[in-house]
Every structure is written in structure tokens, then in C-alpha cells.
């Protein structure tokens, strides 16, 4: 399988767990309270890590202060998919960087596992490039899986947040 076909394969998984989720609206210290980057790569199938029960762009991974389950963006959903492949790639980072592992960020890693390149990383987990820039609690469910979507369309960087037609334009 070729980077291009496991990329895309990655993301068509990764909308459609998006898909099924409800989105969740809340910023990180008002209504989700951010979990360390070790409960995300906890592998033990009965923790909060394994049922993210919304998507909130607004924190990598978090527990909702109304004690109704946990949170989760698309690096966190893409991480908890492939487990065993975030905690190597971690620990790659780390030693390649020369830093410690708690150091390596999670959306590195969630970009490594998906293929991404440094500008879409940015587009994609931080919505660099989007109206919701300043504002990534309220971000609707549907603006994620369009930009999903544009995303597995070969758009980068902050395409990933324009239709395909006003994307064409700005080449």
C-alpha cells in the first residue's frame, strides 16, 4: 500500500468515527478539563481513552466536567485508532529530537500516523486557515467532516477548510 492509499485509508476512518460521534461544544477550562497525553495512550480497553463520547476541537483529549465521558479532536480519535503505532512514533520523536517523551507533542504524532505534512497538521488540528480560528469549541460537527473530507482530496495546509472549487482558485 502506498503512503497516498494508507493516508487516505487513515482519514476515510478517521471521518467516519467523526461521523458517528456527536459533536460537543465547550473550551478547554470551562467545561473540559484537558487529560495528560498518558491516559490517551493508555492501552487498557476499559479507560476513558478508548470511549471518546464527542468531538470538541477545542483540547486534544479531556474529560467533560458534567461527568458524562470524555472528549476527544481528530489528533486524539486518530491516536486511540492506532495505539500500538502512536506510542512508537512518540518514542521515535522523542529519540530523533533528542527530547523526552512527554515532551513530543500529540499532534505530531497524530500527523505522523496520518500522513500529514507540517502546514496541514497545523490546518487540520488547530484550524490554522478557518473562521473557527479563534473560536474551536463551537466549531460544528459538519465543518470537521468537510474539512475531512477536502483533506482526503489531496487539499493541504489551509485548503482543507475551502470547498474544492475555491481551492482551485487560490493555485
Known sequence: ?????????RLAALRERVERLPGYEGE?????????????LERN?????????AVN????????TDG?????CLAALAIID???????????????????ERAVSMLDVAARILGLDPATRDALFCRVGSRWFEDLGNMP??????????????????????PPAAARHDR
Request: hydrophobic share 40%.
Open 1 to 9: 500500500m502506498s503512503d497516498i492509499e494508507r493516508r487516505t485509508d
Open 28 to 40: 478547554l477550562g470551562t467545561h473540559v478539563l484537558a487529560a495528560s497525553p498518558e491516559r490517551l
Open 45 to 53: 480497553p476499559r479507560t476513558a481513552a478508548h470511549s471518546i463520547d
Open 57 to 64: 476541537m477545542a483540547t486534544v483529549y479531556g474529560e467533560r
Open 68 to 72: 458524562c465521558g470524555s472528549v476527544g
Open 82 to 100: 492506532c495505539l500500538e503505532e502512536a506510542a512508537a512514533t512518540r518514542w521515535r520523536i522523542a529519540t530523533d529530537d533528542n527530547l523526552p
Open 141 to 162: 460537527k459538519r465543518a470537521i467532516l468537510d474539512a475531512l473530507d477536502h483533506a482526503m482530496a489531496g487539499a493541504a495546509g489551509a485548503r482543507v477548510w475551502k
